[in-house]
T-cell receptor, first 117, second 109 residues
Framework: GAVVSQHPSWVICKSGTSVKIECRSLDFQATTMFWYRQFPKQSLMLMATSNEGSKATYEQGVEKDKFLINHASLTLSTLTVTSAHPEDSSFYIC?????????????FGPGTRLTVT | AQRVTQPEKLLSVFKGAPVELKCNYSYSGSPELFWYVQYSRQRLQLLLRHISRESIKGFTADLNKGETSFHLKKPFAQEEDSAMYYCALRSGGYQKVTFGTGTKLQVIP
């Protein structure tokens, strides 16, 4: 149980366009979802935390107008990279938490490789 | 600010040798510490957390508040232990988790 999927697994887009990444909890309802960014050979950097039905909380230095996060339901969160630039190329990973007494554990998606040309 | 440090990017050990993956943290409050593992071509998954004080796949980790460390140990390494290991900290009461930079464990047959 507790499977998180991401779609697409990889995407290539042109500079200036927007791209949407979906994160779904397949067999559980996720109270909270997280979006991370991972550069090559570096750690995961938390971008934002989102709770269903409310605005996402962004980490310092993350542009909320550039990285739009929508957590429309307990099983779906989306990250939209707007007006993408080559420096946005990265590996984006989402995770989901059950909440409550199980809030300590995050279930991770497989990640999405974004390449902006 | 909370921070997690994993000083080793790569740790190579022979099969059957003991393993210790180091993790140090800085946090002023009461942290929750975790170890996550990522096997080749698989997603990140929770290995263990300090609160449970359990052994998973032969791995244990003890929180040492005096030394602000949470090292991961296993007495006898197996080839299937080869993976990327991340130490992580969650500040009490909040869900935000801070990850270390990770250590790649390579078990040599």
């Amino acid at each position: 149980g507790a499977v998180v999927s991401q779609h697409p697994s990889w995407v290539i887009c042109k500079s200036g366009t927007s791209v949407k990444i979906e994160c779904r909890s397949l067999d559980f309802q996720a109270t909270t979802m997280f979006w991370y960014r991972q550069f090559p050979k570096q750690s995961l950097m938390l971008m934002a935390t989102s709770n269903e039905g409310s605005k996402a909380t962004y980490e310092q230095g993350v542009e909320k107008d550039k990285f739009l996060i929508n957590h429309a339901s307990l099983t779906l969160s989306t990250l939209t990279v707007t007006s993408a630039h080559p420096e946005d190329s990265s590996f984006y990973i989402c995770s989901a938490s059950l909440g409550g007494v199980y809030s300590y554990e995050q279930y991770f998606g497989p990640g999405t490789r974004l390449t902006v040309t | 600010a909370q921070r997690v440090t994993q000083p080793e990017k790569l740790l190579s050990v022979f099969k059957g040798a003991p393993v210790e993956l180091k993790c140090n943290y800085s946090y002023s409050g009461s942290p929750e510490l975790f170890w996550y593992v990522q096997y080749s071509r698989q997603r990140l998954q929770l290995l263990l957390r300090h609160i449970s004080r359990e052994s998973i796949k032969g791995f244990t980790a003890d929180l040492n508040k005096g030394e602000t460390s949470f090292h991961l140990k296993k007495p006898f390494a197996q080839e299937e232990d080869s993976a990327m290991y991340y130490c992580a900290l969650r500040s009490g009461g909040y869900q935000k988790v801070t990850f270390g930079t990770g250590t790649k464990l390579q078990v040599i047959p």
